[in-house]
């Protein structure tokens, strides 16, 4: 979801409900106070007729707006929940502004802190239930012609040893409007930029020369809420455009190994946090035909598939189930440890990435 994107939801209220809720959740697929944030809140109590608009993150409600009105959630019927997302500036600050819709009668409006696309589940809970998968619709990102973007979700968290992976083709300098640019980003917890969510591991900005601009390649970092960190200049590695181009990434015990296509001379980028942070890979600007992971044939070769022997990959978690774990004891003097991550490889004092 993004700006301009319209949420639609419907759902079947009981007849005699006393109360339900509608979450737009980021990280988890049901509203849980330790893992997770809740978006959108909307809870509705029909005991005392309100409706209580709310955030959740950090271990608290955020942002917290109730008005009366909680009888235009029909009971017993179902209805149709329509939800529009915009963006706004107030005071040089940006903010997302829900206008909620019911039955395309207008209800409510909610200014909240967290960027539309990091929602990515919808739960009700209470006297309600979905009757269809929500159905969105986005408007189509305005990008110069030349311009591209790509977004990439990693189905496995990256450990010392592994290798991102991508290839593209850079267009002919003469096909591109203005300056020929494009950059790489390895993103924690989001699939766009933002001052206020989500951290960049790793940011590769290409510059090619112009003919009255340099040739470059600058590489960053920035964690959440703290300023660019790590900056470092190089001349660009690529130097021309109309090629083909393949990036490794490859993971080492404190740093990035960063290769262009064959050669062997990399680039040692230290990173800032832990490199099993990243799960999404973004890719824009002058560049046609990424391909990320399995499907970059040039990139095979390269890509670890498996996670080291102590490490396993389980799906979440049901109740009821149970986990057994066999293995041989090798030295009866130390102590063995066995620990449970979520969205993590390993503990990180100061991200608190792990369960």
């Known amino acids: 979801m993004t700006n301009g994107s319209i949420a639609t939801i419907r ?29 959108l809140l909307i809870n509705v109590n029909y005991g005392n007729n309100i409706i209580n608009l709310t955030s959740f993150y950090g271990d608290e409600y955020h942002d917290n707006a109730t008005i009366k009105g909680a009888d235009i959630f029909l009971k017993g019927k179902p209805i149709q929940i329509t939800i529009k997302m ?6 040089g600050k940006s ?17 909240g802190v967290f960027p539309f696309w990091s929602t990515n589940w919808i739960q009700a809970k209470g006297d309600a239930v979905l009757l269809e998968e929500p159905f969105i619709t986005s408007p189509k990102l305005e990008l110069k012609e030349t311009e591209k973007i790509y977004k990439y979700e990693l189905d496995q968290l ?19 409007k203005g300056i020929e640019k494009f950059e ?19 940011k590769m900005k290409f510059h090619f020369s112009t003919e009255h601009e ?13 300023k660019k960190t790590n900056e470092k200049k190089y001349a660009n590695p690529i130097g021309l455009s109309s090629v083909e181009l393949t990036v490794r990434i490859a993971i080492e015990k404190s740093y990035f190994k960063i290769r262009f296509n064959e050669g062997k001379t990399f680039i040692k980028y230290n990173y800032v946090a832990p490199p099993w942070m990243v799960n999404w890979i973004i890719v824009k600007g002058n560049i046609d035909n990424v391909k990320i992971g399995n499907d970059a044939k040039r990139c095979l070769q390269y890509i670890s598939k498996q996670l080291p022997p102590h490490l396993t990959k389980i799906e979440n978690l049901k109740e009821g189930q149970y986990i057994s774990v ?17 969205g993590a490889l390993g503990w990180d004092e100061k991200s608190k990435h792990k369960i």
């Open 95 to 111: 903010f997302e502004f829900f206008k909620i819709y019911i039955n395309d009668k207008e209800c409510c409006s909610y200014k």
């Open 11 to 39: 759902v079947q209220i009981n007849e005699k409900a006393q109360n339900f809720q509608l979450l737009l959740l980021h990280d988890s697929p049901e509203f849980n106070l330790n893992i997770g944030a809740a978006v």
């Open 214 to 226: 340099e040739s470059w390649l600058k590489i960053s970092s920035q964690l959440f809420t703290e």
């Open 326 to 342: 066999k293995g041989k004891v090798t030295k009866l003097n130390e102590n063995i440890l066995i620990n449970f991550y979520y």
């Open 158 to 176: 990256p450990f010392i040893g592994s290798t991102f992976c991508l290839e593209g083709t850079l267009p002919k300098s003469t096909d591109v």
């Open 184 to 202: 790489i980003s390895l993103m924690h917890e989001s699939n766009d930029e933002s001052e206020r969510f989500g951290d960049t591991l790793l």
């Open 86 to 91: 915009q963006n706004g500036i107030k005071s």
